[in-house]
């Protein structure tokens, strides 16, 4: 079995695309992995921003995870039509295109694409750092450890998606089973205590207030928990991964996510009140995560609490495979519209779109290398993205129903008409919290992004216009070409190049380049003998010899003046220049020949001339 | 001007080769420098074998270096022989290889060939060690004040002939006439004294003699001083360099430094005795070089003094430059014999061996990084190589007198065979000296090179039996190709592609590779219309369409394995590949479109079929 077909699996007919396609328990893993993990610290981003107030904080995590959970609900509903509306995959890019217009698709697939690249990056080091901070002793080789991780989630991604859908079930899934085990017990005490159960862990104290509670911060502590909602986006642009009935399985997909999503929040909420939990400083020692503190105070720290974190940072750091799923498809379908280069486009050998995946791999990659594994920083510049999607997507949803009418379209309308309002609500809220911690180069990275797409698709619009659709083949005007050959010497080569050329056309011109030092009398016997005699013979169009001489003994700049004159010479015929070439068996043999083959033809093509059509005669040496 | 002319000067036409060819004057530095700056070490290396004797080493340094001035004069008068006898150019190879047989001559080639390079390395390091001797503060900089010379060395080279003369012409001059005078007085000064002259700095006491005489010992230091001896060889070598009357030039030329070198070694041999001067250990601090202590006792530490030892280190490091005048010329002849690369042979913009002195500076730069810029470890193999060449070429100087007879060819049987027998016996003696401090790698190095030369070789006539030579042009049976158009849509670009096929030839088939997406029927219609509808019009025959199955979406494979099967079908005929190709105007734009032209051309030449040519139908994007 050949190497890549024991890493890659071998490739998959075209005709096997059905069976590659995905249901519900599968899609939940592998579109539902980022939006699950953001359960792992969403709650405690936002719990971080309230810990100046101290105690206080618990009164106010409540309600801030509250209005994240109404703002999921209202995510719910809206790409739920979303979905409906687009059975074949209805990302923001597509919506927002389809009714607010192209470049209004365009900003939302960039602010896509900047998102999707960014998750990858923090996904793996976010991951890698709770691996660390577990095991100290790693600590030297975190980027080492992220580079492995995204190449292991690269090849399995290239495999195929049913193949990442196995090897990302196991960990999603006992993330949540294990997760939702513990909720269940800690809420289950809760209530048998009142209120106010005894933790088995006891968690750190919490800090004294340092400052009042404002709007301010609680709008802060809003748009950091939003990082909780990420991933909402990924099934509706995936619509078309799904088996038939396609929206069917979406929905139920869509479903299952956000309810284990919201039921993971809400639970964590909870208890975070409950045990009294706080967000400790992640840049002190004893840092422990709020996850961590919770399962302490619920289970203590036994067995289970070790599988349940290690669930938690597996799927933090397999996060990264929803934008191996999502990248793809929104980069083809952009490429698709000409604004991105075709090679997104093509299937790959396991028919996934493998050119996304590398490009992908290789961004974040160079991102967590240039990060040194550590991408904190990156972090604030998350959910901008996003947000931004998301609120084009249901703005393009309102123009949608608008457009489309119908009995139902006003419920429609409202519906996507509060997720957009609320969303973009977020989204301002998110860039003014946001700005000053980095999100500004979001803002700059997404204009250049759009320029990139005008330029790719100016350069595309403009091949077709040259190149043309068909049209009928028009054979008026089919001179044979003028043929050049340019000879050194006379040999079996040459000779074999010299009958193609009188095939080809009447008008056969050997050039020979003549360095001054040789006697030109020889070869002009020679060619008389043996090439003019013969054709004179057999009755075919005696071939031309020009000799053109060269002083400064070179080859290419005087063969390729000639030929500019054969040009002039005949204005309205193609010139096929004969390039007869020895092609050696081994790459070592190549230093004992000159390479005036390889310099010839670079020269032509750096001439750039349409008329000039080159003719390679082959002559292995085996 | 353009960059390359600023560097290396303008292109020198073929035509004022003439001009290019030296005169006695510039003959001396250019082909005597490697032997006349040997006089600044020679005797110093011949002294230090003998330091174990202490102050009796006095005693012996005089018939030793009388020893080696006895061969120098056989060397002389048998090298005059060879210069009359090949007067476009009598080193070792060609006489050895003319008289002895052209293994014979490649084993005095190879010799050769490694001298010269090992020259070029021990040379340029020996002068930069003298220089850091003097300026400890540029010890740091050893490797890359090397490589700075070895490239100024390279560029002088690249400029000519002409231009190396005036160069090196100087500080050679300037050395020899310092050294001269220096000698001059030390010589007056000691006969004043009745041989006991005071010097003017003293000379360090010499060491208490912790060793006998021994005939071994004798031998050891005679081997060691005919490393002054080396660069005679030099001038036969080059006699073609020489203007006319080349013969006379050479003679003159080498007369002039064999005498300068043999007047500078008596002198040093009789000032070193006179002053009681001996060798010092170099890997001690303080160290003086012989030629330093000598120029200390003569004029003292002044003004002379440093002109002196400056011109004698400027000397040393570029005595490196006779193996750039030799080796090219060398490795030509050799490549002439097809024994080495043609490149070889070809004459630069500046009329000299561009490729060979690249081939030399890229060598020897790479055994300088190797030995850090010290190649002291490198001196012991030196005269080997040399001494190797002289015996191979006096030896086949005698067969040549024995060949041509004569009334005078007895004399020069003599001569030659003297200069035969002792070389040869110097030889033995080097060798069994030197072989374990080194000297065994060179008799690894010599064989691996003419193994080099045999498969070179045997390349060379193997194409030569598989290309021929000339011989009359055969028109029978040159039926039309069988043209092949790989198409994946119908555009302008395979209009042109078309409408040359259908010129070449009436059996034109275009390959459509189907990937198992698209929809055949549009495009079955489109070829119907745009492409069968029109030929048949025009009268012209009709291109056949090949449709290819694709199930695993590859192009280039299917395509490649539907060219065999054509290739089955039509046994005796050339199939032409027409490759339409769209050449971007930018680099970056080759981003934006799939690289199948490229990939289909490497895959028609990985098949090496001599049956298959290729046709490029380029299409600029301006």
Request: proline letters at 6%; one cysteine or more; hydrophobic letters at 50%.
């Given at each position: ?323 191996f799923a999502g990248f793809p498809r929104l980069c083809r379908q952009i490429a698709e519209d000409g604004f ?283």
């Amino acid at each position: 079995m050949p190497i890549l077909d024991r890493i890659l699996g071998r490739p998959l007919p075209s005709s096997q695309e059905e069976e590659q396609r995905i249901g519900v328990a599968a899609g939940i893993p592998i579109l539902g992995l980022d939006g699950l993990s953001s359960s792992a610290y969403g709650p405690e981003a936002a719990l971080t921003v309230l810990m100046p107030l101290g105690s206080l904080a618990m009164l106010y995590i409540g309600p801030v995870i509250l209005i994240i959970l109404t703002l999921l609900a209202i995510l719910y509903f809206s790409y739920r039509q979303t979905i409906a509306a687009y059975p074949t995959g209805g990302g923001s890019y597509t919506v927002a295109k389809e009714n607010l217009g192209t470049w209004a698709g365009l900003l939302a697939g960039a602010a896509l694409i900047i998102d999707y690249i960014l998750n990858v990056a923090v996904g793996i080091s976010a991951g890698v750092g709770a691996l660390i901070s577990a095991v100290p002793g790693l600590h030297d080789y975190t980027l080492t450890i992220c580079l492995i991780l995204l190449v292991l989630i690269t090849l399995v991604n290239l495999r195929g998606v049913r193949e990442s859908a196995l090897v990302f079930g196991i960990p999603t899934y006992a993330f949540v089973t294990s997760l939702v085990v513990v909720l269940i017990i800690g809420v289950g005490r809760s209530f048998a205590a009142g209120g106010h159960p005894v933790p088995v862990e006891s968690p750190p104290a919490l800090p004294a207030g340092i400052a009042t509670l404002s709007v301010w911060l609680l709008l802060r502590s809003f748009a950091s928990g939003c990082t909780a909602m990420t991933g909402v986006e990924a099934v509706s642009n995936g619509v078309n991964a799904f088996a038939k009935p396609a929206v069917r399985n979406a929905h139920h997909t869509l479903t299952a996510i956000v309810l284990i999503l919201a039921g993971l929040l809400a639970g964590i909420a909870y208890l975070l009140k409950a045990y009294g939990i706080g967000a400790m400083d992640q840049a002190k020692p004893g840092y422990q995560s709020a996850i961590s503190q919770i399962v302490g105070a619920v289970v203590g720290r036994g067995v289970f609490y070790y599988i349940t974190i290690a669930a938690a940072l597996s799927v933090l750091a397999l996060s990264a495979n929803t934008s191996f799923a999502g990248f793809p498809r929104l980069c083809r379908q952009i490429a698709e519209d000409g604004f991105l280069p075709k090679a997104f486009g093509s299937i790959g050998r396991r028919l996934v779109h493998t050119f996304g995946i590398m490009i992908l791999a290789v961004v974040s990659g160079l991102l967590l290398i240039a990060f040194g594994g550590i991408t904190d920083r990156l972090i604030p510049l998350f959910a901008v993205g996003a947000f931004g999607a998301f609120t084009l997507s249901q703005a393009g949803m309102v123009a949608h129903w608008r457009r489309v009418g119908g009995p139902r379209s006003r419920v429609s309308i409202l519906v996507n008409g509060v997720g957009a309002l609320a969303t973009g609500l977020a989204l301002i809220v998110i860039m003014v919290a946001k700005v000053v911690e980095g999100a500004w180069i979001i803002l700059l990275l997404i204009p250049l992004l759009m320029i990139l797409f005008y330029y790719v698709k100016r350069h595309y619009d403009h091949v077709a216009a040259r190149i043309g659709g068909p049209r009928p083949l028009d054979l008026t005007h089919n001179e044979p070409p003028v043929v050049v050959v340019p000879i050194a010497g006379l040999n079996a080569i040459t000779s074999k190049a010299l009958r193609f050329g009188l095939r080809l056309s009447p008008d056969v011109i050997a050039v020979h380049i003549h360095q001054g030092q040789e006697d030109d009398r020889v070869f002009l016997k020679q060619w008389n003998d043996d090439i003019e005699a013969p054709a004179r013979a057999a009755g075919m169009p005696i071939p031309k010899l020009d000799i053109v001489p060269s002083p400064y003994r070179q080859l290419i700049k005087p063969l390729l003046c000639h030929i500019d004159e054969l040009k002039d010479r005949y204005p309205e015929r193609l010139i096929a220049v004969i390039i007869p070439e020895m092609v050696e068996a081994h790459w070592y043999e190549y230093l004992l020949h000159n390479q005036r083959a390889q310099w010839l033809k670079a020269g032509l093509v750096g001439r750039r001339d349409n008329r000039v059509v080159t003719i390679n005669i082959p002559w292995y040496l085996d």
